[in-house]
């Protein structure tokens, strides 16, 4: 310890008397102070009476002398009483009542010039500071009437005063005494009203603390650097484990719960917070501890913790951020628990809950969208030219269409299961071996389970359109409209083409009384087809004048007993060369007049296996398209015409009996 | 749903080894559309229940009949006659009992005995409502090939 | 006629977004881009007027596509909203603070949307 530490500690520590009190309590510190109070008049006091005493003996005035150094005395004999347990009073006394003594001793006896009497000013001060009001009151009240008697009597003091010295030394003596009074009851209310404001803020104290204490939600303050501040909640400490939080850093008790990427990502965030950035909603929607694992530094021990955080401004006018922390664990968990049961015995039934959120049109869409990528798969799937290890990678890209298209709709549990699917497809791509049949057979399986998922939304969506019956059979060709439409964008996606839709018109009967879902089947395998070999490159369209975009026109037509359905195209139009050269290659022409003539060259389009591509790619490189078209038309009892100009486009005219419309297409 | 049809496509296998003496080269499985016209001539439909519902159907074209006729009794046949009809049915017969001792005892299920469709574009009637059939070919005698159809409803959800 | 760039690898989205503005009654053309460089084509041969950024994409991260927006002055005002995943509250952030003018988090709605659309000024 430093020696000036010393120095003030011994100081301090002979000033209160040792007398080390709790600051808390007001009567207390009032106390204390008259402590302090008299070992300074008794130092100060003390100094002079024995100054005084040794003065007057030295000059003869022994009685004087003696008064004096036995008061000295006194005062001693009073510093030592203060510092044992005895009460303040005693000491008081010890001190005030001989230094009364005195003082009417010097009143009485006058000194030189009448001084003696300015030894008792002092003693109004002193008596009340010390002994309080009534005591103080009383003594003073004595000493007065020493001074009455001494002024007034005659005879009482060897002195004569004059009359005009007597009112005044009295007079002043009543007004030092009256102020002294004043003081103290000022200072008694004072003391009183600061006690209930103490009390009342005492109370409020204790209220706040024992709400706090109590919450079951930790709650907690933090500064601009992350520090959090003194008064927290208790539940705080039950929630993150730890004790003696206070001024610690928040983000180092996430030390073990987030990555360090994460927590710079959440110091931005906090900024944002201080900042009042955004608004309370936006600031909700991106809090990332909205629900995260805690995981404890030490312990290990994991807990599921939601946050909030809000700005706030104090008095001091700093931005502050209020925390809240509640443990949601059991909630979580019975919320999965709840799923996990809920999935197992109910698994439709949920998903179909999770498509009521979706609008009709919307989630026909990805009903199309999911059917058409499920058509690629099969497609796939029956490519006996393809490894099985090809078609996994080619499968993947469509189940992770799918999946994408369902997470964006809140399907959850339709995309967790495509998700699942598509984990396991990813596998069996990555990895170098052969896919087994087993395999594969399992991913077939997997996609008929979803294919009924699926189903059951479709049944959903036709109940809800079916509502009401006009409107239901607008929205079959509108439905069609919207097939062939995005027919022509994937095959115009697939080879770079640009093409549009062009409706001619379509009679909404032929639709609805028609055999709908080979009309379907008709229109895309024709409207494709126009795409993948009647449109142009949009270079070349250009090149020849013609605009970038091509064109697909429809129309669907209903005259007395039959159907007719017309694709035409702006493209180049058949390519006889072309036709020419497979129809060789294949060997499909037996007479050779053959491929000379339009006509016979025309009917080899519709050969089975027969392709002008180039490439074995997806749909058309493999031929089955029009020879699949002619057969259906054929099962219709139907007719199939084609017209083509050179550069210009074709016309597909596909002419069915509308009766055909009664007979189950089953049995054909 | 893959419990059930792997043994199917097991015992395919191994019957048409022992008994007819033809190696099958089994096919990827891909979806038909039970709307969908077919070009089978004869089907043979082996119906399922317990705790799976469904059928699994054997279809193949009329050449093949006749080769696998000429296989199992030596004969020739020019046509799809009552002799092809039971000469496939003994080998369904058969193909069915094996699985069916391997699937009644591992799983509650129950297989019928299976019935004879013949004509071209023939209907099955298969028992459940869904729309898709898992169809796996096999190829044998090097061109020819024939269909393993399932569609299997499971109440287990499996 | 406010033309909007769909950054995005899935068709679903586009017409979630086609149908919010006609409901909105504000006409607009759509133009698709399925990876980061389509994108920057698109934005550099045609006026876009808002732009939708998926997060995960091919190649160029949709985060580092929206710094490179940013990084250019004539797009500097460029509305820009980013949709992301629910477990992806941290990059949300990250694009909020490199200059995203705002985000969804899938699933994606009509109604969430037209929210985010009407806070724009078009």
Redesign the interface.
Same mark, same amino acid.
């Given at each position: 310890m430093s020696e000036t530490k010393k120095k003030v500690n011994l100081f301090t520590n002979v000033m209160t008397s040792g007398k080390s009190l709790n600051g808390r309590d007001e009567s207390q510190m009032d106390t204390l102070i008259r402590y302090i109070l008299l070992n300074f008049l008794i130092f100060f006091g003390g100094t002079f009476l024995f100054a005084f005493g040794v003065n007057n003996l030295l000059h003869g005035q022994t009685i004087m002398g003696l008064a004096d150094i036995l008061m000295g005395t006194a005062a001693v004999t009073a510093f030592v009483v203060l510092r044992t347990n005895a009460p303040f009073v005693v000491s008081g006394l010890l001190t005030v009542i001989p230094f009364l003594f005195l003082c009417s001793f010097f009143t009485q006896s006058g000194g030189a010039q009448g001084s003696g009497i300015l030894w008792a000013y002092s003693f109004p001060m002193m008596a009340i500071f010390l002994l309080g009001m009534n005591l103080g009151l009383a003594l003073s009240g004595v000493l007065l009437a020493i001074m009455a008697l001494t002024m007034f009597l005659p005879g009482f003091s060897p002195v004569v005063f004059e009359r005009q010295f007597a009112y005044r030394a009295v007079g002043v003596y009543v007004l030092v005494l009256s102020i002294t009074v004043m003081y103290e009851i000022t200072k008694i209310t004072k003391d009183k009203w600061v006690a209930r404001l103490t009390r009342s803020l005492k109370a409020e104290r204790d209220e706040i603390a024992t709400m706090k204490d109590n919450l079951k939600v930790g709650l907690f303050m933090m500064d601009s650097s992350y520090a959090i501040q003194p008064l927290y909640s208790k539940a705080l400490e039950e929630i993150l484990s730890e004790t003696n939080m206070q001024r610690r850093n928040f983000l180092d008790l996430l030390n073990s719960s987030i990555q360090q990427r994460e927590r710079e990502t959440l110091m931005d965030y906090f900024t944002m917070v201080f900042n009042r950035s955004y608004d309370a909603q936006m600031l909700e929607d991106i809090n990332p501890l909205h629900q995260f694992t805690y995981v404890h530094g030490a312990t290990d021990e994991r807990k599921v913790l939601r946050c909030t955080f809000a700005p706030i401004q104090r008095d001091d006018g700093n931005v502050y951020v209020l925390g809240t922390v509640q443990n949601v664990t059991r909630e979580v968990e019975l919320q999965n628990q709840l799923e996990a049961e809920e999935g197992k015995r109910q698994d439709e039934m949920r998903s179909l809950f999770e498509v009521i959120h979706v609008e009709p049109r919307v989630l026909n869409d990805f009903i199309e969208d999911t059917e058409y990528e499920f058509e690629r798969i099969n497609d796939i799937l029956k490519d006996n030219d393809r490894s099985s290890h090809d078609v996994m990678v080619d499968i993947y890209q469509s189940v992770h269409a799918m999946k994408s298209n369902a997470v964006i709709l809140g399907l959850k549990s339709f995309s967790t299961k495509l998700h699942a699917l598509e984990d396991e497809i990813r596998v069996m791509r990555d990895d170098d071996r052969e896919v087994s049949f087993e395999d594969v057979l399992h991913v077939t399986v997997e996609l008929d389970k979803l294919m009924r998922i699926k189903d059951g939304f479709s049944e959903l969506i036709a109940k809800i359109t079916s509502f009401g019956t006009g409107e239901a059979k607008m929205q079959e060709e509108h439905v069609l409209v919207q097939t062939l439409e995005r027919t022509i964008e994937r095959a115009g996606a697939d080879l770079g083409k640009k093409a549009n839709l062009v409706v001619k018109g379509i009679d909404a009967r032929a639709v609805s009384s028609g055999p709908r879902r080979a009309m379907k089947e008709i229109l895309m395998q024709l409207v494709r087809n126009a795409v993948y070999h009647g449109i142009e490159e949009p270079a070349f369209r250009l090149a020849k004048g013609k605009p970038e975009l091509g064109s697909v026109s429809v129309s669907i037509e209903l005259s007395d007993d039959k159907i007719v359905m017309q694709v035409s195209d702006d493209g180049r139009g058949l390519d006889f060369d072309a036709i020419r050269e497979k129809a060789r290659a294949m060997n499909l022409l037996s007479d050779p007049s053959d491929f000379e003539d339009k006509n016979a060259l025309t009917q080899v389009l519709f050969a089975p296996g027969f392709s002008t591509a180039k490439k074995a790619d997806m749909y058309a490189g493999r031929g089955i398209g029009l020879n699949l078209v002619k057969d259906r038309v054929k099962e219709m009892r139907g007719t199939i015409k084609l017209q083509s100009e050179d550069g210009k486009g074709t016309v597909f005219k596909v002419t069915i009996p509308a009766e055909a419309a009664m007979s189950t297409p089953v049995t054909a | 749903m893959e419990k059930y049809i792997q043994p199917f496509i097991d015992v395919c296998v191994s019957v048409f080894k022992d008994f007819i003496g033809a190696e099958l080269v089994t096919g990827r499985p891909y979806f038909v559309d039970k709307n969908d016209p077919h070009e089978w001539d004869i089907s043979a439909v082996i119906g399922l229940t317990g705790e799976a519902r469904g059928a699994v159907v054997i279809s193949m074209k009329r050449e093949l009949s006749l080769k696998l006729t000429n296989a199992l009794t030596g004969t020739e046949h020019k046509d799809l006659d009552d002799e092809v009809v039971d000469a496939i049915g003994e080998i369904i017969n058969i193909i069915a009992g094996n699985a069916k001792r391997g699937l009644e005892e591992s799983f509650r299920l129950v297989i019928s005995l299976p019935t004879i469709v013949r004509g071209k574009g023939h209907t099955i009637m298969w028992p459940n409502e869904q729309a898709r059939i898992i169809c796996i070919p096999f190829k044998i005698f090097e061109t020819e090939t024939f269909c393993l159809s399932v569609a299997i409803d499971s109440s287990s959800g499996v | 006629m406010k033309t909007v760039l769909v950054v995005d690898? /899935? @068709?679903?989205?586009r017409?979630?977004v086609k149908?919010t503005f006609t409901s909105m009654n504000i006409p607009c053309q759509f133009v698709e881009a399925g990876n980061g460089k389509e994108a920057f084509q698109q934005l550099e041969s045609q006026q876009i007027d808002l732009v939708l950024l998926d997060w995960n994409m091919p190649e160029l991260s949709g985060l580092d596509l929206l710094k490179t927006i940013r990084s250019k002055e004539k797009y500097k005002a460029l509305p820009v909203i980013m949709v992301t /995943?629910e477990a992806a @509250?941290?990059n949300?952030?990250?694009a909020? +603070?490199n200059g995203a003018t705002d985000?969804i988090? +899938?699933?994606?709605?009509?109604k969430n949307f037209r929210e985010k659309i009407s806070k724009i000024n078009f």
């Amino acid at each position: 310890m430093s020696e000036t530490k010393k120095k003030v500690n011994l100081f301090t520590n002979v000033m209160t008397s040792g007398k080390s009190l709790n600051g808390r309590d007001e009567s207390q510190m009032d106390t204390l102070i008259r402590y302090i109070l008299l070992n300074f008049l008794i130092f100060f006091g003390g100094t002079f009476l024995f100054a005084f005493g040794v003065n007057n003996l030295l000059h003869g005035q022994t009685i004087m002398g003696l008064a004096d150094i036995l008061m000295g005395t006194a005062a001693v004999t009073a510093f030592v009483v203060l510092r044992t347990n005895a009460p303040f009073v005693v000491s008081g006394l010890l001190t005030v009542i001989p230094f009364l003594f005195l003082c009417s001793f010097f009143t009485q006896s006058g000194g030189a010039q009448g001084s003696g009497i300015l030894w008792a000013y002092s003693f109004p001060m002193m008596a009340i500071f010390l002994l309080g009001m009534n005591l103080g009151l009383a003594l003073s009240g004595v000493l007065l009437a020493i001074m009455a008697l001494t002024m007034f009597l005659p005879g009482f003091s060897p002195v004569v005063f004059e009359r005009q010295f007597a009112y005044r030394a009295v007079g002043v003596y009543v007004l030092v005494l009256s102020i002294t009074v004043m003081y103290e009851i000022t200072k008694i209310t004072k003391d009183k009203w600061v006690a209930r404001l103490t009390r009342s803020l005492k109370a409020e104290r204790d209220e706040i603390a024992t709400m706090k204490d109590n919450l079951k939600v930790g709650l907690f303050m933090m500064d601009s650097s992350y520090a959090i501040q003194p008064l927290y909640s208790k539940a705080l400490e039950e929630i993150l484990s730890e004790t003696n939080m206070q001024r610690r850093n928040f983000l180092d008790l996430l030390n073990s719960s987030i990555q360090q990427r994460e927590r710079e990502t959440l110091m931005d965030y906090f900024t944002m917070v201080f900042n009042r950035s955004y608004d309370a909603q936006m600031l909700e929607d991106i809090n990332p501890l909205h629900q995260f694992t805690y995981v404890h530094g030490a312990t290990d021990e994991r807990k599921v913790l939601r946050c909030t955080f809000a700005p706030i401004q104090r008095d001091d006018g700093n931005v502050y951020v209020l925390g809240t922390v509640q443990n949601v664990t059991r909630e979580v968990e019975l919320q999965n628990q709840l799923e996990a049961e809920e999935g197992k015995r109910q698994d439709e039934m949920r998903s179909l809950f999770e498509v009521i959120h979706v609008e009709p049109r919307v989630l026909n869409d990805f009903i199309e969208d999911t059917e058409y990528e499920f058509e690629r798969i099969n497609d796939i799937l029956k490519d006996n030219d393809r490894s099985s290890h090809d078609v996994m990678v080619d499968i993947y890209q469509s189940v992770h269409a799918m999946k994408s298209n369902a997470v964006i709709l809140g399907l959850k549990s339709f995309s967790t299961k495509l998700h699942a699917l598509e984990d396991e497809i990813r596998v069996m791509r990555d990895d170098d071996r052969e896919v087994s049949f087993e395999d594969v057979l399992h991913v077939t399986v997997e996609l008929d389970k979803l294919m009924r998922i699926k189903d059951g939304f479709s049944e959903l969506i036709a109940k809800i359109t079916s509502f009401g019956t006009g409107e239901a059979k607008m929205q079959e060709e509108h439905v069609l409209v919207q097939t062939l439409e995005r027919t022509i964008e994937r095959a115009g996606a697939d080879l770079g083409k640009k093409a549009n839709l062009v409706v001619k018109g379509i009679d909404a009967r032929a639709v609805s009384s028609g055999p709908r879902r080979a009309m379907k089947e008709i229109l895309m395998q024709l409207v494709r087809n126009a795409v993948y070999h009647g449109i142009e490159e949009p270079a070349f369209r250009l090149a020849k004048g013609k605009p970038e975009l091509g064109s697909v026109s429809v129309s669907i037509e209903l005259s007395d007993d039959k159907i007719v359905m017309q694709v035409s195209d702006d493209g180049r139009g058949l390519d006889f060369d072309a036709i020419r050269e497979k129809a060789r290659a294949m060997n499909l022409l037996s007479d050779p007049s053959d491929f000379e003539d339009k006509n016979a060259l025309t009917q080899v389009l519709f050969a089975p296996g027969f392709s002008t591509a180039k490439k074995a790619d997806m749909y058309a490189g493999r031929g089955i398209g029009l020879n699949l078209v002619k057969d259906r038309v054929k099962e219709m009892r139907g007719t199939i015409k084609l017209q083509s100009e050179d550069g210009k486009g074709t016309v597909f005219k596909v002419t069915i009996p509308a009766e055909a419309a009664m007979s189950t297409p089953v049995t054909a | 749903m893959e419990k059930y049809i792997q043994p199917f496509i097991d015992v395919c296998v191994s019957v048409f080894k022992d008994f007819i003496g033809a190696e099958l080269v089994t096919g990827r499985p891909y979806f038909v559309d039970k709307n969908d016209p077919h070009e089978w001539d004869i089907s043979a439909v082996i119906g399922l229940t317990g705790e799976a519902r469904g059928a699994v159907v054997i279809s193949m074209k009329r050449e093949l009949s006749l080769k696998l006729t000429n296989a199992l009794t030596g004969t020739e046949h020019k046509d799809l006659d009552d002799e092809v009809v039971d000469a496939i049915g003994e080998i369904i017969n058969i193909i069915a009992g094996n699985a069916k001792r391997g699937l009644e005892e591992s799983f509650r299920l129950v297989i019928s005995l299976p019935t004879i469709v013949r004509g071209k574009g023939h209907t099955i009637m298969w028992p459940n409502e869904q729309a898709r059939i898992i169809c796996i070919p096999f190829k044998i005698f090097e061109t020819e090939t024939f269909c393993l159809s399932v569609a299997i409803d499971s109440s287990s959800g499996v | 006629m406010k033309t909007v760039l769909v950054v995005d690898d /899935s @068709r679903i989205m586009r017409n979630i977004v086609k149908n919010t503005f006609t409901s909105m009654n504000i006409p607009c053309q759509f133009v698709e881009a399925g990876n980061g460089k389509e994108a920057f084509q698109q934005l550099e041969s045609q006026q876009i007027d808002l732009v939708l950024l998926d997060w995960n994409m091919p190649e160029l991260s949709g985060l580092d596509l929206l710094k490179t927006i940013r990084s250019k002055e004539k797009y500097k005002a460029l509305p820009v909203i980013m949709v992301t /995943s629910e477990a992806a @509250r941290y990059n949300v952030i990250e694009a909020l +603070k490199n200059g995203a003018t705002d985000y969804i988090i +899938k699933p994606v709605n009509e109604k969430n949307f037209r929210e985010k659309i009407s806070k724009i000024n078009f």
